[in-house]
Protein backbone atom coordinates (compact mmCIF):
# COMPACT_ATOMS: atom_id res chain seq x y z
CA UNK A 1 0.00 0.00 0.00
CA UNK A 2 1.52 3.07 -1.13
CA UNK A 3 0.10 6.31 1.16
CA UNK A 4 -0.13 9.62 -0.43
CA UNK A 5 2.73 12.30 0.53
CA UNK A 6 0.75 14.65 2.53
CA UNK A 7 0.11 15.51 6.55
CA UNK A 8 -3.06 14.85 7.48
CA UNK A 9 -6.28 12.44 5.69
CA UNK A 10 -9.71 12.00 6.29
CA UNK A 11 -11.26 9.13 7.54
CA UNK A 12 -12.68 8.02 4.16
CA UNK A 13 -9.22 8.43 2.57
CA UNK A 14 -8.29 5.90 5.61
CA UNK A 15 -10.64 3.71 4.71
CA UNK A 16 -10.07 3.85 0.90
CA UNK A 17 -6.26 3.43 1.58
CA UNK A 18 -6.41 -0.03 3.88
CA UNK A 19 -9.81 -1.14 1.94
CA UNK A 20 -11.78 -1.39 5.05
CA UNK A 21 -15.04 0.28 5.74
CA UNK A 22 -14.65 3.63 8.09
CA UNK A 23 -17.33 1.93 10.95
CA UNK A 24 -13.77 -0.45 10.99
CA UNK A 25 -11.14 2.30 11.48
CA UNK A 26 -13.60 4.18 14.07
CA UNK A 27 -13.53 0.34 16.21
CA UNK A 28 -9.44 0.24 15.87
CA UNK A 29 -9.86 4.32 17.31
CA UNK A 30 -11.48 2.53 20.51
CA UNK A 31 -9.61 -0.31 21.16
CA UNK A 32 -6.13 0.83 20.23
CA UNK A 33 -6.88 3.94 21.96
CA UNK A 34 -5.68 6.24 18.87
CA UNK A 35 -6.50 9.97 18.83
CA UNK A 36 -6.82 11.35 15.62
CA UNK A 37 -6.97 15.19 15.53
CA UNK A 38 -10.36 16.91 14.66
CA UNK A 39 -11.03 20.05 12.34
CA UNK A 40 -13.32 22.46 13.17
CA UNK A 41 -16.28 21.15 11.72
CA UNK A 42 -15.47 17.82 13.83
CA UNK A 43 -13.82 15.57 10.85
CA UNK A 44 -11.18 13.11 12.10
CA UNK A 45 -7.45 14.03 10.63
CA UNK A 46 -4.95 10.92 10.49
CA UNK A 47 -1.43 12.07 10.93
CA UNK A 48 0.72 9.67 8.41
CA UNK A 49 1.94 8.03 11.30
CA UNK A 50 -1.80 7.31 12.22
CA UNK A 51 -2.24 5.92 8.76
CA UNK A 52 0.66 3.44 9.12
CA UNK A 53 -0.20 2.39 12.61
CA UNK A 54 -3.29 1.55 11.13
CA UNK A 55 -1.85 -0.50 8.31
CA UNK A 56 -0.65 -2.49 11.16
CA UNK A 57 -2.95 -2.99 13.16
CA UNK A 58 -4.97 -4.08 9.91
CA UNK A 59 -2.04 -6.68 8.70
CA UNK A 60 -1.98 -8.29 12.10
CA UNK A 61 -5.70 -8.99 12.42
CA UNK A 62 -6.57 -9.46 8.79
CA UNK A 63 -3.46 -11.07 7.21
CA UNK A 64 -1.87 -12.30 10.22
CA UNK A 65 -4.91 -13.87 12.03
CA UNK A 66 -3.61 -12.30 15.49
CA UNK A 67 -6.58 -11.18 17.88
CA UNK A 68 -6.93 -7.91 18.92
CA UNK A 69 -6.09 -8.62 22.28
CA UNK A 70 -2.74 -9.86 20.32
CA UNK A 71 -2.52 -7.17 18.18
CA UNK A 72 -3.09 -4.75 20.53
CA UNK A 73 0.08 -6.37 22.54
CA UNK A 74 2.09 -5.65 19.30
CA UNK A 75 1.31 -2.37 18.93
CA UNK A 76 2.02 -1.27 22.68
CA UNK A 77 5.06 -3.03 23.17
CA UNK A 78 6.24 -0.99 19.13
CA UNK A 79 4.87 2.58 20.56
CA UNK A 80 6.96 2.14 24.02
CA UNK A 81 10.13 0.70 22.16
CA UNK A 82 9.97 4.19 19.95
CA UNK A 83 9.09 6.77 22.53
CA UNK A 84 12.46 4.70 24.70
CA UNK A 85 14.68 4.77 21.61
CA UNK A 86 15.18 1.21 21.41
CA UNK A 87 14.92 -1.64 19.18
CA UNK A 88 11.46 -3.71 19.85
CA UNK A 89 11.68 -6.37 22.27
CA UNK A 90 10.26 -9.56 22.85
CA UNK A 91 8.55 -10.19 26.05
CA UNK A 92 6.37 -13.37 27.14
CA UNK A 93 3.41 -11.68 27.43
CA UNK A 94 2.87 -10.60 24.51
CA UNK A 95 4.93 -14.00 22.56
CA UNK A 96 1.99 -15.89 23.86
CA UNK A 97 -0.67 -13.64 21.70
CA UNK A 98 1.81 -14.61 18.61
CA UNK A 99 0.28 -17.26 16.06
CA UNK A 100 3.83 -18.11 15.04
CA UNK A 101 7.07 -15.86 15.58
CA UNK A 102 8.21 -16.23 11.91
CA UNK A 103 5.19 -14.02 10.92
CA UNK A 104 5.88 -11.86 14.45
CA UNK A 105 9.42 -11.24 13.37
CA UNK A 106 8.20 -9.67 9.59
CA UNK A 107 5.28 -7.54 11.41
CA UNK A 108 7.91 -5.62 13.80
CA UNK A 109 10.22 -5.68 10.66
CA UNK A 110 8.28 -3.93 8.48
CA UNK A 111 6.59 -1.81 11.69
CA UNK A 112 10.06 -0.14 12.78
CA UNK A 113 10.75 0.13 8.49
CA UNK A 114 7.89 2.43 8.74
CA UNK A 115 8.84 4.65 12.10
CA UNK A 116 12.13 5.00 10.60
CA UNK A 117 10.59 5.89 7.48
CA UNK A 118 7.88 8.56 9.21
CA UNK A 119 11.49 10.32 11.37
CA UNK A 120 13.45 10.39 8.48
CA UNK A 121 10.21 12.47 6.50
CA UNK A 122 9.82 14.31 9.88
CA UNK A 123 13.56 15.43 9.76
CA UNK A 124 13.61 16.35 6.35
CA UNK A 125 10.20 18.47 6.84
CA UNK A 126 12.36 19.99 10.09
CA UNK A 127 15.17 20.76 7.92
CA UNK A 128 13.47 22.49 5.37
CA UNK A 129 11.46 24.47 7.92
CA UNK A 130 14.83 26.10 9.78
CA UNK A 131 16.89 29.09 8.30
Known sequence: MEIPDK??????????????EPYVIRYWEREFHLSPRRSRSGQRLYR?????????IKR??????????GARKIVSRKGRAVQAGEAPGRDAEAHSAEPDSAGADDAWREA?????????????????IEP
Do not use: M, N, Q, S
Not at 7 to 20: M, N, Y
Open 7 to 20: IFFKIGEVARLLEV
Open 48 to 56: RDEVERLAL
Open 60 to 69: LVHAEGYTIA
Open 112 to 128: VRGEVEALRRLIDEARR
